[in-house]
C-alpha cells in the first residue's frame, strides 16, 4: 500500500482529504469495511452505489487498459446525538398569501365603487411585495464521502452483484467536513407563512443541487403559489416536503455544501464549524487505515 495522488475532485475541495492506495485486495470487502467503520465511528450510511464497467467508456474515474473498472461511493454523516443546532436566514413575504387574495378579489369582483375596487387591490399588492428577512432552524452535520476507485487484476471475478470475490488494485480517497441543515424537528415553532416558504426553498435547492434544474418561475407563478400555501400550513406537512429533498442533498459533499451556502448559516455557527472540521482528519485516517490489514500514511 502507499499514498494515493492525483487532483483534488470538486467535492473534496470542499472538506478534508484523506487517500490510500491497496494493491489486490477484494473490492467487496473494502467496501463492507467501509461501511461497518463509518457505523462505528456514529455515522449514518445515507447512500452506497456500486458500478463495474469496462474501460472503453473514457469518462470512468478509473479508465485505462483494458482492465474491468470498479466505481463504489459511501455518502454517511452523523446522526443526531452529533447534531448541533444553528441558524440560517431567508426572504420570505409574510403576508403573500393574504395579500394576494385580497388584490385578486379587488381586481375580479364587481364592488360598489370602482374606487373601492382599486384600493383593496393596492393594498393587496402591498402587503404581497412586502418582504422581511427571518432565521429559520439548522442542525450542523459532519458528512464523510468515500470514493473507491481501480481496476480488477487480470483473471478475477466481475460479480460483483453475486458476491464473489473481486481481487482489484483500488484508490480509495475520503472527504469530509461540517455542513447545515433544516431541523425539520424545530418547524412547529415557525409561522406557517415561514415554514412553507422554507420547504418551497429547501425543494428549489434540491433541483438545483440535486437535479442541476435550478426553477424557473415568472411573477405569475410565485404569485400562485401564495395564493394556495394555505393548504399546506399544517407545518407536518413542510417538514415531510423537507426530510424527502434533504435525504438526497446529503449524499455528497458537493451538494451538502452547496446547500449550507444557500441556507445562510449565520458567522458564528460557521466559524464553529469550521474549527470542528479541522478535527475531521484524524476520523478519516482511522476509517482508511488497513482496509489490506497493513499499514500506511495518509495525504492531505
Excluded: C, K
Aim: hydrophobic share 40%; charged share 25%; glycine share 8%.
Amino acid at each position: 500500500m502507499h499514498d494515493a495522488d492525483g487532483p483534488l475532485t470538486p467535492e473534496e475541495s470542499a472538506g478534508t482529504t484523506v487517500a490510500r492506495h491497496y494493491e489486490a485486495v477484494d473490492a467487496r470487502t473494502v467496501v463492507r469495511t467501509l461501511e461497518s467503520r463509518l457505523a462505528a465511528l456514529g455515522y449514518r450510511v445515507v447512500t452506497t452505489n456500486w458500478s463495474l464497467e469496462s474501460d472503453d467508456d473514457a469518462d470512468h474515474p478509473a479508465g485505462g487498459d483494458g482492465a474491468t473498472l470498479i466505481y463504489a461511493h459511501i455518502a454517511a454523516v452523523t446522526d443526531d446525538p452529533e447534531e448541533t443546532a444553528a441558524t440560517g436566514t431567508i426572504t420570505y413575504r409574510p403576508h403573500g398569501t393574504q395579500g394576494g387574495l385580497l388584490a385578486l378579489v379587488g381586481a375580479i369582483f364587481s364592488l360598489p365603487t370602482v374606487f373601492i375596487s382599486l384600493a383593496l387591490t393596492a393594498v393587496g399588492l402591498l402587503l404581497y411585495r412586502r418582504t422581511d428577512a427571518a432565521s429559520v432552524p439548522l442542525v450542523r452535520r459532519t458528512g464523510i464521502d468515500v470514493t473507491v476507485t481501480g481496476r480488477l487484476t487480470e483473471g478475477s471475478s466481475a460479480t460483483l452483484e453475486r458476491g464473489e470475490p473481486t481481487a482489484a488494485d483500488l484508490e480509495v480517497r475520503a472527504v469530509g467536513g461540517p455542513s447545515f441543515a433544516v431541523d425539520p424537528a424545530r418547524l412547529d415553532d415557525l409561522p406557517w407563512p415561514l415554514h412553507t416558504t422554507l420547504a418551497r426553498r429547501v425543494d428549489d435547492w434540491h433541483g438545483e443541487f440535486v437535479d442541476d434544474s435550478p426553477p424557473d418561475r415568472d411573477f405569475g407563478d410565485e404569485f400562485f403559489e401564495h395564493l394556495i400555501a394555505w393548504r399546506n400550513r399544517d407545518s407536518e406537512i413542510s417538514r415531510e416536503r423537507i426530510t424527502a429533498a434533504q435525504a438526497d442533498l446529503e449524499r455528497s459533499q458537493e451538494t451538502r455544501t452547496a446547500y449550507t451556502a444557500a441556507l445562510g448559516v449565520d458567522a458564528s455557527a460557521a466559524t464553529d464549524a469550521e474549527e470542528s472540521g479541522m478535527a475531521i482528519e484524524d476520523t478519516l485516517e482511522e476509517l482508511l487505515e488497513g482496509l489490506d490489514d497493513s499499514d500506511g500514511e495518509a495525504t492531505a
